[in-house]
């Protein structure tokens, strides 16, 4: 499977949330880097607390979504260019952004994002 197709694979999983799915893709050592301006915001480690972060957030936002529009490949990283959007209790937000995707050394498995 080409990086891309894993990038997808991860954000597909993700969107129908398949969070089990998911974990699968990511290193057991893995690191996500989130804003410091988002609920659970900062650095989680391990992809047992990426995976609890990403589970929590419906305890935040009534309704959340990541659409990726392109999938760059980037050789050992892979960019993804998309729209997030949430909404909760009537108050919103819509937000581009670009996240990068590296494959780690061991299977092929994701080991970052941000």
């Keep these: 499977m080409s990086n891309v197709d894993t990038a997808r694979s991860a954000y597909e999983a993700f969107g129908r949330g398949d969070l089990e799915a998911l974990k699968e893709m990511l290193a057991e050592d893995g690191t996500w880097l989130t804003s410091d301006e988002l609920p659970l915001g900062g650095e989680s480690h391990g992809r047992d607390e990426i995976i609890g972060n990403f589970a929590q ?3 935040y936002w009534s309704s959340f ?3 990726p ?3 760059i490949d980037a050789g050992e990283w892979v960019v993804v260019r ?3 959007r949430a909404g909760h209790n009537g108050d919103s937000f819509e937000a581009p952004f670009a996240h990068l995707m590296p494959r780690g050394t061991r299977s092929g498995d994701s080991s970052q994002g941000r």
């Design 57 to 59: 957030i419906p305890n």
């Design 69 to 71: 529009e392109e999938f």
């Design 82 to 84: 998309g729209t997030q």
């Design 65 to 67: 979504s990541v659409e």
